[in-house]
């Protein structure tokens, strides 16, 4: 009975190892479209056996140029950094309305990176998570609001992430991604500062009308220069140099403007990658697809680059 039970607990600490962080998500209550919601915190568990390395993450303090104060980011160094002279690709994750620079943390994009990295799944890359408040990316537009945020993660994050590390700094070698306003966010940013990204993911894309955006958005002029929507309509041929995914779920209550979005980027003849998978706007829907998402970023950097990108090894 002992040697069954014992059996069971390693089997059950198998399954643990290979779910990772998702194991832990709860699903949050889905939020309509005109409502901003607080985004819960997950705990988050190893990924691996106890005895698994554990990523090697840091958080970084700043001063920003285009805000004129201090900011926070998370980065997280691939296995073999500290011992090695190799440059690296770059992937900026953003955070959604109500997170900070942890919240891709705290769903497991560390511990995912690092697993598959290890073994040999995707290449080894450097992940930033930083710090967004609730200011959508974009450069504000009111009189009393000139806040640049947009400029600040275009410009200043990834400086400051160039020169502190053993980064590749060029457009084929750096990727963007986010969540709800942080999907919003990459995407508008790409078109944007076309010369800092080219690869985009938007996960549970939030997309904004005028009358519901934030008033920091300016007149419908200035929107629509913060609008994905008008922005690939205004800039199409930018819009196809990109390599972009983008998905929702069924039950998301933003899904049905992301499904225009989609219908636009068709008819623009803009290829992209498009997902509508099950689940809602939750923690346990970007958990269970974080394999996804750096499948995604794997390949899209590597048919960027070539054959100089390299090929995914085994390290452990």
């Not at 930083?130 to 945020?149: I, K």
């Not at 084929?172 to 990459?186: E, K, L, P, Q, T």
């Not at 939030?206 to 009358?211: A, E, H």
């Not at 390949?299 to 995914?312: D, H, M, P, S």
Request: glycine share 8%; proline share 5%; net charge negative.
């Amino acid at each position: 009975m002992r040697m069954r039970t014992a059996a069971l607990f390693l089997i059950a600490l198998a399954i643990v190892a290979t779910t990772g962080a998702c194991a832990s998500a709860r699903v949050m209550r889905a939020i309509e479209p005109a409502q901003t919601v607080e985004i819960t915190s997950v705990a988050t568990l190893d990924a691996g056996v106890e005895t698994a390395p554990k990523p090697d993450v840091r958080t970084v303090t700043f001063k920003s140029l285009a805000l004129g104060r201090a900011m926070p980011y998370s980065i997280y160094l691939p296995p073999g950094y500290a011992p090695s002279k190799r440059v690296y690709p770059v992937l900026y994750m953003l955070h959604g309305m109500s997170g900070t620079n942890d919240e891709w943390r705290e769903y497991g994009i560390f511990d995912a990176a690092d697993r598959m990295i290890r073994s040999g799944e995707i290449r080894p890359l450097i992940i930033v998570l930083p710090q967004g408040d609730r200011a959508h990316w974009v450069d504000h537009a009111l009189p009393t609001d000139q806040e640049a945020w947009g400029r600040y993660m275009a410009k200043d994050v990834v400086a400051d992430v160039d020169e502190r590390y053993r980064t590749v700094a060029d457009l084929a070698h750096r990727a963007i991604g986010g969540v709800s306003m942080g999907a919003h966010g990459a995407v508008q940013l790409a078109l944007n500062y076309p010369d800092t990204f080219s690869i985009v993911g938007a996960h549970s894309l939030v997309l904004r009308r005028f009358d519901t955006a934030p008033s920091y958005f300016g007149s419908q002029s200035d929107w629509s220069k913060r609008d994905p929507m008008q922005l690939v309509v205004a800039k199409p041929a930018m819009a196809k140099r990109l390599r972009l995914w983008i998905d929702i779920g069924k039950d998301d209550p933003w899904a049905k403007l992301a499904e225009q979005f989609n219908g636009e980027l068709d008819t623009l003849g803009i290829t992209h990658q498009w997902h509508e998978w099950s689940g809602d706007h939750s923690a346990s829907y970007w958990c269970h697809h974080l394999a996804d998402y750096l499948h995604y970023y794997d390949t899209a950097l590597a048919l960027e680059n070539g054959a100089g990108f390299g090929a995914a090894v085994r390290l452990s």
